[in-house]
């Protein structure tokens, strides 16, 4: 049974109602004749104070901007008797704006005139908020979408582009996301280098629900490559069913340039360009794990330059990088596309000979030599730099794999040894590792550690061969020799341990050692027998280029008293041909602090008598070789009536090394040398015997 609806009713519905029911005349004002409870909600005035305008009227409370159209449209309304629906903007009491949906009718009366517009208001400022929340987010995705400077993909499962923005094609080279996704109708077949990419793809997002940094190389639409990264995911609908897959796109080239020039400067040397040490180790190991399958063969050879320092010394570092890399150059022309050529360091490359499939010992070996002499041979070209000829040799080692070793290291270090004995056998040549050459080395490094105790435990000693004066024939000084007396062994000679000492930079502290035990001992004996006798020290190659070498000289001097004029430097001659300015300008300096200077093994070495009247020096010594044998090679007087006539045009002393008989004693004294050494007068003697000689020197 339906119940009428009462007025109280009535008017509880009208007071729950979300808004505000409302009656207003079709004026200026919108002069309000009926307001319902919800005006003060909606509006923060009371019904009465709006009503027939008592305080404000609605049309004031509409913002300005908005007024002429609520107008406009509920004028249309009137006209054409419709209801309307419409969104404006009111000013609450409190200040604050509201946005309210009108919904209302234009009422007439029986004459067709209208009476009033009546209909509801609702505040809908928090439906607005999050519409234009939404708004705002669709156009920021939609802006992030279009502008990213990655390319921002949608593509089906089936392997095509749903959607796309500008970036994206950009990278793959297409003028309009259109022509992408036109162009582009199998990503499998037309994008991926290597088709199988798309399928890893596939399979990553079905392990993992997404992708990350996915690498890859792509085309362009111009047939060009690139590298990309890719990062996407999976995207389902509502019933579970994947829709497509989205994801980013970043165009990656520059950085795969940069990684690849990186790892290319890590792995070469910035020289020359080849492979570096680190490289050259990758390689060997990689195939003495090839070999231990298949039972072949490797080589490791070792070329050094020969003499190379002389020539960087002499011609400068521009020119000896030059000749490096020409040499680099040569030894990559001149090997098999199958070898592998590296520099290690400094003058040193290394090749990595490979494939070699014969077993017998002999024809393996002859192999290995039929590429080694190739090599040299090359060398036997000079080399153009700067419009001038270079003629430069090489020594070579060599090491085999299994035979010589199984390890890189042991492969390494053999094909070393190897170098190193070429090298001691004159250079311009190529051994192969035996053991007779790794025990050699072996005793180089015994020999090397004891000379390392033997500094400690003060094992050297001195002995001093006399410089007799032709005029007396007495002593008038000294060359200070070194002599190594182990404790607990034999004395060890000379020739066998200074090439060690240098060879290690040892002799620097040894002869640092020699230097100031000779000045020491000359000073004593000077100030015991009153004399003023000469000492001679020889200075080793590795001593003279020192920095300190300068500073250590005064010290021995300063330490032990010995007057600067007292000590002669005996100095190989061929010191001068790395670098003659620099030679002039050491032994000036030397002279400087006041000490005599003598050129040893003079006419043996490298020769310049185009500078030789630049040198300060004091005295010249004539190499034995020409003493020696001046009875049974008459040509040696010759040479050495030249010698000796200029060092006197020079105004220097001569001095002859070597006199053992009384014939060249009295031939040098005829041709005008001022001193000798040799066993005719004395051979080296210990300190002792020295003393005593200059005892008997000084009494008789």
């Not at 077949?189 to 997002?205: A, D, K, P, T, W």
């Not at 000979?353 to 393996?364: C, G, K």
Request: hydrophobic share 40%.
């Amino acid at each position: 049974m339906q119940k009428d609806l009462t007025l109280n009713d009535f008017n509880l519905l009208l007071d729950n109602f979300n808004g505000m029911i409302y009656q207003c005349l079709f004026d200026e004002h919108w002069t309000m004749v009926f307001l319902s409870e919800g005006c003060y909600k909606l509006t923060g005035y009371l019904p009465r104070q709006l009503l027939n305008n008592n305080l404000i009227s609605y049309s004031d409370l509409i913002v300005e901007e908005h007024r002429e159209h609520v107008y406009q449209v509920n004028s249309q309304a009137v006209t054409s008797n419709q209801s309307f629906d419409l969104e404006y903007l009111i000013k609450h009491a409190n200040g604050q704006l509201v946005w309210v949906n009108e919904h209302s009718v234009p009422v007439y009366d029986e004459a067709g005139n209208i009476k009033y517009i009546q209909g509801y208001i609702q505040d809908i400022t928090q439906s607005k908020a999050a519409e234009k929340l939404l708004r705002d987010t669709e156009m920021r995705y939609r802006s992030i979408f279009e502008n990213s400077i990655d390319g921002i993909f949608q593509t089906s499962p089936e392997g095509r582009y749903i959607a796309v923005n500008q970036s994206l094609a950009d990278i793959y080279g297409y003028s309009s996301c259109e022509t992408l996704i036109q162009g582009m109708q199998d990503i499998e077949g037309q994008l991926y280098v290597e088709h199988s990419r798309r399928e890893q793809f596939i399979q990553e997002m079905d392990l993992h629900g997404s992708v990350t940094d996915f690498e890859s190389q792509v085309y362009r639409k111009d047939k060009s490559i690139i590298w990309i990264s890719e990062s996407a995911r999976k995207v389902y609908d509502d019933s579970g069913s994947l829709i497509y897959y989205e994801g980013a796109v970043r165009d990656i080239t520059e950085r795969k340039r940069v990684e690849d020039e990186v790892e290319f400067h890590a792995m070469h040397d910035g020289l020359t360009g080849l492979p570096n040490r680190y490289y050259f180790n990758q390689e060997l190991q990689q195939g003495i794990d090839r070999c231990r399958l298949t039972h072949a063969k490797l080589a490791v050879v070792f070329v050094g330059i020969d003499h190379f320092r002389l020539i960087n010394d002499s011609m400068g570092l521009e020119v000896g990088d030059q000749l490096l890399i020409a040499m680099g150059k040569r030894i990559s022309e001149n090997i098999r596309a199958v070898d592998f050529v590296a520099r290690l360091s400094g003058d040193e490359f290394a090749i990595l000979l490979a494939n070699v499939d014969h077993v017998e010992d002999i024809r393996y070996l002859d192999d290995f030599e039929v590429n080694i002499q190739r090599i040299m041979s090359a060398f036997s070209l000079p080399f153009v730099i700067n419009n001038l000829d270079y003629v430069v040799s090489c020594s070579i080692g060599m090491s085999v794999y299994p035979h010589h070793g199984e390890t890189a290291s042991k492969l390494l270090k053999r094909s070393d040894i190897a170098l190193q004995e070429a090298k001691r056998a004159g250079r311009k040549t190529y051994k192969i590792y035996n053991q007779l050459l790794g025990k050699a080395q072996d005793d180089r490094l015994l020999m090397e550690y004891n000379l390392r105790l033997a500094i400690e435990k003060n094992e050297f000693l001195l002995h001093y061969q006399p410089k007799v004066s032709f005029d007396t024939n007495k002593a008038v000084g000294a060359e200070a020799l070194i002599r190594w007396q182990p404790k607990d062994g034999p004395m060890v000679p000379p020739l066998s341990f200074i090439e060690i000492a240098e060879h290690s930079g040892l002799i620097v502290s040894i002869g640092a050692w020699v230097l100031k035990e000779a000045c020491r001992k000359t000073h004593e004996w000077n100030t015991r027998f009153g004399i003023r006798n000469t000492i001679a020290v020889n200075v080793s190659h590795v001593q003279f280029r020192q920095e300190g070498f300068l500073a250590s000289v005064e010290a021995a001097l300063m330490e032990t008293g010995l007057p600067p004029s007292l000590l002669e430097l005996e100095i190989t001659e061929s010191l001068a041909a790395s670098d003659v300015e620099t030679f002039i300008e050491k032994l000036h300096l030397l002279k400087s602090i006041g000490v005599s200077l003598a050129i040893d093994d003079f006419g043996t070495g490298y020769s310049s008598l185009t500078y030789l009247k630049d040198f300060p020096i004091d005295s010249l010594k004539i190499d034995q070789a020409f003493v020696r044998k001046l009875e049974k090679e008459p040509a040696n007087a010759a040479i050495l009536k030249a010698i000796v006539v200029l060092g006197q045009s020079l105004n220097m002393k001569v001095v002859a090394e070597g006199v053992e008989t009384e014939y060249q004693k009295a031939y040098l004294r005829a041709l005008g040398c001022d001193l000798y050494q040799g066993f005719l007068f004395s051979k080296p003697v210990s300190e002792q015997a020295y003393e005593q000689l200059l005892a008997d020197n000084n009494i008789s």
